[in-house]
């Protein structure tokens, strides 16, 4: 079940009610939930379920129900198993043959998606992108040709790397909505051009603190073939005539055969 981000207020009514009802609550931190559940004066018992110890707390949260005990599954902030632990304990309770009721809430990503204004029909959720910039670097070569907003998240430590890893990567068009300490006494959300993002956050350490989402536009519009594509087709150039070579590079990309014939017979200087 989700908890709230930062304000406390966020908790709901169900999520409240529910935590108060039931025998045991697994939490990723219990030190963390324990001040939520004083604030809400619940006295419930908790049961570490963290990443490192996730198989382990899923066998316990199992005999608890085998014994007929109520269970909640809560993460430090938001919703569990988004970026967070809790996935893989739902799925061994599943398969244990128990039901598993969401009791939905707060979600960074959501939050986030709510205030941007991305007019898209649709977004991919990405979470964390690798720490290492190399890695980082590649993954976001990976999600280059998405047409629809990127979400991520980013702790302080690298909100710097990342932005300007994103500036490098992708196009300096698109926009990027950086939404900080979301819920929280210095929430922040701006959405500016990509290419200024770096600057932005220089300008002031302050801007550089706290738990960020980071929205980039999708891919903007283009015309031609994308690099992907057209090293698809040159490598079947190299080996086919151009014909069947557009027909299998318009399948293994989803590319127009018409834009791939024509940008063959270019490359073949025909
Ligand atoms: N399960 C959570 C959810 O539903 O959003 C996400 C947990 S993930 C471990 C923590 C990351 O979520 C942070 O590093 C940050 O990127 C994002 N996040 C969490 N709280 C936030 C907040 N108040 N403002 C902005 N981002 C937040």
Same mark, same amino acid.
């Given at each position: 079940?989700?908890?709230?981000?930062?304000?406390?207020?966020?908790?709901?009514?169900?999520?409240?009610?529910?935590?108060?009802?039931?025998?045991?609550?697994?939490?990723?931190?219990?030190?963390?939930?324990?001040?939520?559940?004083?604030?809400?004066?619940?006295?419930?018992?908790?049961?570490?379920?963290?990443?490192?110890?996730?198989?382990?707390?899923?066998?316990?949260?199992?005999?608890?129900?085998?014994?007929?005990?109520?269970?909640?599954?809560?993460?430090?902030?938001?919703?569990?198993?988004?970026?967070?632990?809790?996935?893989?304990?739902?799925?061994?309770?599943?398969?244990?043959?128990?039901?598993?009721?969401?009791?939905?809430?707060?979600?960074?990503?959501?939050?986030?998606?709510?205030?941007?204004?991305?007019?898209?029909?649709?977004?991919?959720?990405?979470?964390? *992108? !690798?720490? $290492?910039? =190399? %890695? +980082?670097?590649? #993954?976001?070569?990976?999600?280059?040709?998405?047409?629809?907003?990127?979400?991520?998240?980013?702790?302080?430590?690298?909100?710097?790397?990342?932005?300007?890893?994103?500036?490098?990567?992708?196009?300096?068009?698109?926009?990027?909505?950086?939404?900080?300490?979301?819920?929280?006494?210095?929430?922040?959300?701006?959405?500016?051009?990509?290419?200024?993002?770096?600057?932005?956050?220089?300008?002031?350490?302050?801007?550089?603190?706290?738990?960020?989402?980071?929205?980039?536009?999708?891919?903007?519009?283009?015309?031609?073939?994308?690099?992907?594509?057209?090293?698809?087709?040159?490598?079947?150039?190299?080996? *086919? !005539?151009? $014909?069947? =070579? %557009? +027909?299998?590079? #318009?399948?293994?990309?989803?590319?127009?055969?018409?834009?791939?014939?024509?940008?063959?017979?270019?490359?073949?200087?025909?």
């Amino acid at each position: 079940m989700a908890t709230p981000l930062g304000n406390l207020q966020d908790i709901t009514l169900r999520a409240r009610e529910v935590l108060a009802a039931v025998d045991v609550i697994a939490a990723e931190d219990t030190r963390h939930s324990q001040r939520l559940l004083d604030a809400c004066g619940i006295g419930a018992r908790l049961i570490p379920l963290h990443e490192h110890n996730e198989q382990a707390a899923a066998g316990q949260v199992i005999a608890h129900l085998e014994a007929g005990r109520h269970v909640a599954l809560i993460s430090d902030a938001g919703t569990p198993a988004v970026s967070d632990p809790g996935a893989r304990a739902v799925a061994r309770v599943r398969e244990a043959g128990f039901p598993v009721v969401p009791v939905p809430g707060a979600c960074a990503a959501v939050a986030a998606l709510s205030a941007a204004g991305f007019t898209d029909n649709g977004f991919r959720f990405v979470g964390f *992108l !690798p720490p $290492k910039s =190399a %890695a +980082r670097r590649s #993954a976001l070569e990976a999600l280059r040709a998405e047409s629809v907003p990127l979400v991520f998240y980013e702790s302080p430590h690298r909100i710097a790397e990342c932005v300007a890893d994103l500036a490098t990567v992708l196009e300096a068009e698109r926009e990027l909505v950086i939404a900080r300490e979301l819920t929280k006494l210095h929430e922040q959300i701006v959405r500016l051009p990509l290419a200024s993002a770096g600057d932005w956050l220089a300008a002031d350490e302050n801007r550089r603190r706290g738990e960020f989402v980071l929205i980039v536009s999708g891919a903007p519009a283009r015309e031609g073939l994308s690099p992907e594509e057209e090293r698809v087709l040159c490598l079947l150039l190299a080996e *086919l !005539p151009v $014909k069947t =070579a %557009a +027909r299998l590079a #318009a399948t293994i990309t989803g590319a127009s055969r018409n834009a791939l014939y024509a940008h063959a017979l270019t490359l073949k200087g025909d």
